[in-house]
């Protein structure tokens, strides 16, 4: 079985992040992002569950994940996955949409899945751009029109305001996690904040949310830690700051999640154009 390889840089002009991973067999768990995903299969066949959706997904198919959808994939083939992925921050999609739209909002795309898409060759050539370290403004064009085709195409065009809020009860609960998440959090804590049973609480906040509530909270963690990372802080005293018992289990979660160990997730923002990660 050849060498897998994971290879992932940050375009500081886009200010988006570029993965590559070839000859990955990882199953990721059931998890979210706090920011948009635009991805394509390259090689490999994968199951992916997404908002209580199954896809079996191959070579040529694009996936597009909206901030907080939850998901979880893994190979079935029993051969290796080929993937790339841009992942695009909140703030830079509604600045994106500003530029195209001439509104301030966050579009929610419809469908997670697209089977055989055409939209994978311009995700590749961006995809290559990033990669390259290519500074010429096509790039920003190509961006640009590609998240042109998806509003139009894909997207319910609902701005964020109109979009129905989760019950207020499980709301509380995602502030509460969000506010609180570097401190030890019991499930009695949140059944008294909510004043609702511990089971009812479970159930109720896995169905609206597609998560449950230390998935979320453990998510929660991952995505304030790699801030902490993107700062030059030691993974130690990242693990310490975002509530994880112990460096260990950090670094074994966030690469569940993230696919990258914290230190290779920190060389991102060395300043060079791509970084060639070596494996652990």
């Known amino acids: 079985m050849a060498k897998e390889v994971r290879t992932v840089c940050f375009d ?14 990882q199953k990721f768990p059931n998890h979210f992002h706090d920011y948009y995903v635009l991805g394509f299969i390259e090689k ?38 080929d993937y790339r992925s841009l ?19 966050l579009p929610r795309f419809t469908q997670t899945v697209l089977y055989r898409s055409e939209l994978a060759t311009s995700l590749r050539e961006l995809h290559l751009m ?15 029109f590609l998240i042109e085709q998806l509003i139009q195409e894909y997207s319910d065009a609902v701005p964020e305001h109109c979009i129905q809020e989760p019950a207020s009860e499980m709301r509380m609960i995602c502030d509460y996690l969000e506010s609180n998440y570097a401190n030890t959090i019991t499930l009695d804590q949140l059944s008294d904040l909510t004043k609702v049973s511990k089971y009812h609480l479970l159930r109720s906040f896995t169905k609206q949310k597609g998560i ?18 993107e700062q030059g802080i030691p993974p130690m005293e990242v693990a310490f700051q975002t509530g994880f018992s112990d460096q260990s289990h950090f670094s074994n979660f966030f690469k569940k999640l993230i696919g990258l160990t914290p230190k290779q997730y920190m060389k991102i923002f060395e300043p060079i154009t ?7």
């Open 12 to 25: 500081k002009k886009l200010k988006i992040e570029a993965y590559c991973f070839k000859g990955v067999m």
């Open 44 to 81: 490999g066949k994968r199951f992916l569950l997404c908002k209580n959706q199954e896809y079996i997904i191959n070579a040529g198919d694009v996936i597009m994940f909206n901030p907080r959808d939850a998901h979880t994939c893994e190979q079935v083939d029993g051969k290796t996955l």
């Open 87 to 105: 992942n695009i921050p909140e703030s830079i999609m509604r600045q994106a949409v500003r530029e195209i739209t001439g509104r301030e909002y």
């Open 130 to 144: 990033i990669s390259e370290g290519d500074i010429d403004f096509k790039k920003e064009e190509l961006f640009l």
């Open 212 to 229: 449950s509530p230390y998935s979320y909270l453990e998510t929660i963690r991952i995505g304030n830690a790699k801030k902490l990372l």
């Open 274 to 280: 791509e970084s060639h990660l070596p494996d652990g």
